[in-house]
């Protein structure tokens, strides 16, 4: 697997998306949470202690692993477009043929695909960790692993979040057709899971029946679901009339998609003509 | 030795059946052309045996073995366009080849000297003209020396010049001790370089084996045949007149001509006062020898695409 990641980084090392995408996703997540970082500050600046929210410290060790990987995975989409983009190219160019013609297996071809999505959710995830650290010093506070299991949570988003992106880049084989997906699925499925959470409210209001936000069971938002913002003085007040994060049903959930995912990019690729 | 056994091989795309039970095979040190027209599954069979599509039914081994990636490692193919990553040079996306079959830095020097682009090895592919493209492609498919090389229309693009230069390497490589498969629908091309041919029309098998037995499955003797390129002004009335003319066998409509095959008994010069003896001026009147050509026009009975 060494030496086919080696072939994909010669494939991928001078492509302008990539080099621009990249560098972009890096300052994004800089930038993220930076403003949040900022945000909050001048509001515990301008308003002292008035306040009891603004005691809250979002990026506090206790906090900063949890806000760090919320905020990061609203970009996450840049990677995925990414690979969309990488992958959809091998059908542009036919270089998904050729590749097989000299000599790669279509289960080395779409393994490496896979390994790539891998890849980039580990160096996604690095960033998030480097990131959450630096803020977690910039905070003063004192350094500690507390709540560190978020950023797992965000691994496991985007690596949910590169393989639909590769599995819509197989099935859909087209740039601009398969990124257009990408995003009507995207909010597509995020509508639904708005609609389903707002049910969801209303049940446990209304009967005291709580599934938990049911737009979590989802399989892109089940991911999503893992990863929420810390809990403060806001998210205390409205936890009475929301319903409970079921990380136990979640995660599960979520592999589980991850699993579907990877099994139908790859049954695609090995069985389809290409 | 055999080197591509292909039996019974079929490939349908919903109710189109592109191949149609396809048997051959293809013998060690050969050039073997299949030839047939545009669309006749030429590139389906090739595609097939190369892995890039599914057959619906029937198998196919090469040299004997199940088609694997390392085999295909031993195998040079260029399979109808060239493809290759565009923001790359030359040298990059031969690179990319060389690394999925093992080969090193040397084999890609060599092979951009042989086509002739070493001076442009820096460059981006997506400079370069339609016929250097070919040459990478075919660049591509000798890297590490492959016993075995499949070329789908290998002189797509190229310049007359370039066209005879592609020949002589591909006879000099079959000189050298390689299997040569070569798809083509130019017949010229079929019969300058290979040694052997099938001919393929509507997915069908319609005849194999070396040119010369090809040539002589014809149910005449080949001396005694000709075969007659002409035409007139009113092709139609042409084509009524030479049905009263005996002698001539096969006739099909070209391009604004006719194709006729006759006995080599009839000469140009006969043609001729016959056509005007019935009013008809003809202003081509070519007589060639009976050509691959013309055998190919009286199996699938149809102009080819020259």
Partial sequence: MGELLKIEWLKIRRYTAFIVMSLFFIVAVIATNYI???VNNNMANNMGNAISMMSFSPYSFENTWQ???YATGFILLLPALLLVMLVTNEYTFKTHRQNIIDGLSRQQFISVKIMLALVFAVVSTLLVFVTALCFGWASGTNFSLHGIQFVGFFFLKAITYNLIAILIAVLIK?????TG?????LGGENFIAKMLDLWSIKLKQDNGTDYGSLGDYLPMNAADGLLSF????VTNMAMNFMPTDYIWAILPLALVYLLVFYTWARRKFIHADL | MSILTIQ???KNYGSLKALKEVSFSVPEGTVFGILGPNGSGKTTLLSIVMDILKATSGSFVWMGQENSADLRKQIGTLLETPNFYHYLSAQENLRIAARIKGRGEADIQKVLELVNLYQRKGSKFSSFSLGMKQRLAIASTLLGDPKILVFDEPTNGLDPAGIAEIRELIKTLNKNGKTIIMASHILDEV?????????IQQGVLKTVGSVSSVMHQSADSI???ILVELSANDLVALQHILTEMGGIENMVEAEHELHITCSSEITAEQINQFCFSRGIILNKLLVKRKTLEARFLEITGKQSDK
């Fill in chain 1, 181 to 185: 997906v990408f995003f009507i699925y």
């Fill in chain 2, 191 to 199: 019969e300058k370089v290979c040694t052997h041919v099938a001919i």
């Fill in chain 1, 174 to 178: 087209r740039t601009g057709f398969a």
């Fill in chain 1, 36 to 38: 949040v970082f900022s």
């Fill in chain 2, 223 to 225: 001396l005694e045949k």
């Fill in chain 1, 230 to 233: 810390p809990k403060n003085p």
């Fill in chain 1, 67 to 69: 806000t760090t990987s």
């Fill in chain 2, 8 to 10: 019974q091989l079929s």
